[in-house]
């Protein structure tokens, strides 16, 4: 069963107001999915774009990075625009979800991944349930 996991969410594009699904990625397993390694040196693996006005917007989202081969194993970015706490509720989360490797604690930032978050609008609010 792969690790590496993409939840579809419902975004409102800020550019012109149309909803649509994007899957985001949650958790990536480097081993299974170089490509989006990639993306995420990229800081393009949250982002999306827009199908009704291809604008493409960057989604404030945490991401996981599990790499059970190496210490430590999980890598855990959290969202920009949150607080110690609910970046905290996001990783136990992500950690639960398919949960490899519980346990080990999470070292928060120290993926620097890159997600882009740095221009995310809030259109990822509500993002996270
Ligand atoms: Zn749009």
């Known amino acids: 069963m792969p690790i590496s996991h993409a939840e ?3 975004l409102t594009c ?3 107001g149309a909803s649509h699904t994007a899957e985001i990625w949650q958790i ?4 299974e999915r170089p490509d989006l390694v990639e993306q995420i040196r990229n800081g393009a693996l949250h982002t ?3 199908p009704q006005c291809d604008q493409t917007h960057t989604l404030d989202a945490p991401l996981l990075i599990f ?3 190496a210490a430590p194993p999980i890598l855990f970015s959290p969202a920009q625009q949150t607080t110690s706490e609910q970046d905290q509720q996001h990783a136990a989360a992500l950690i639960r979800h398919p949960a490899p490797a519980p346990g080990r604690g999470v ?3 120290l993926a620097r991944a890159g997600t882009g978050n740095r221009a ?5 609010s509500g993002f996270g349930r």
């Open 8 to 10: 579809p969410i419902t």
């Open 14 to 16: 800020p550019a012109c």
């Open 28 to 31: 990536v397993a480097p081993d």
């Open 48 to 50: 999306v774009t827009c």
């Open 67 to 69: 790499r059970p081969t």
């Open 107 to 109: 070292e928060r930032r």
């Open 120 to 124: 995310a609008p809030d259109v990822a």
